[in-house]
């Protein structure tokens, strides 16, 4: 009931927390397959199974009227499509439609970004992952007219910032992938499914919206920042201590224990510059 009220408040707010519906979806999916399996392999009844129908028809007559009533209203009232975007027109200063499709999803100009980080400023606006470090770091500011000091500040936090995010999602792929995710006792398989499929459902609704409409404004972090809860969550079993391992397993994590002190290490000192240079630019904001 919780999951569904929330869900629902949100889809009515934002249109992307629809995307949790993909990763719940799979959850609900595997706790029910599971039991299933369970129940054949042990001979269990299926009282749990029918427990499970009927609270997922529950999360669905409480979920989606929460989720469509405000799209539904616009459409009766004013005959607003559903799934309708305010686009920008294709000769607005923000249109990237022109720029090749490789600078945009993968590489920019090389020489131009180089040009640009000279200048202290990671430019290049029509690529999709600097947007990405521009606006999670400084929103849609434009340090132009600001002086050097400023500019050093913000370049210095952007690749802080760039770092430790990157970090974080190799963090998540681990977690969520690999043994060392299996063997911790804090994240359930539903925990790693939920985690990944947030991500993954995020990021590829994100690049579909960024392809569907070449502006700049659509590439703004904000659309994606659900995806630092599932990195987050990662980055925090990552780099906390070890808990005591399997039996069969205990060898090979004592040799795995140094690049895992220095996996750590480079996490904490990254969390903290990234923390000393955001509390300047703060202060620099404030004056």
Known sequence: ?????????????????AEMAVPVGAVFARTFFHHKNQNADHGLDAARRR????????????????SLWFYVRNLVRWHVPLLWVYTLPDDSWQYVGGVPLVNRFLCPVPSEFLGNLRHFTIGCGYNVWLEIIRTSMLGEWDMADVGRPVKILA??????????????TIDLGVVCLGRYGREKRSFSPEDRLL?????????????KFVYDYPQQCSMNFRYIAVALVPTAAAAGLCMAPDMAPD?????QNCQSRPFQALWRGSHRFLLVLFCLLSAGMIAVWAA
């Open 247 to 251: 039996a069969g397993t205990r060898g």
């Open 1 to 17: 009931m919780l999951l569904a009220v929330w869900f629902g408040l949100g889809v009515s707010t934002k249109q992307n927390v």
């Open 51 to 66: 427990q499970l129908a009927l609270q997922y028809a529950l999360f669905l007559a409480v979920g989606l009227p929460l």
């Open 155 to 168: 370049v210095l936090l952007m690749l802080a910032g760039a770092l430790l995010g990157l970090l974080c």
């Open 195 to 207: 985690l990944g499929f947030t991500w993954l459902i995020t990021m590829v609704c994100y690049l």
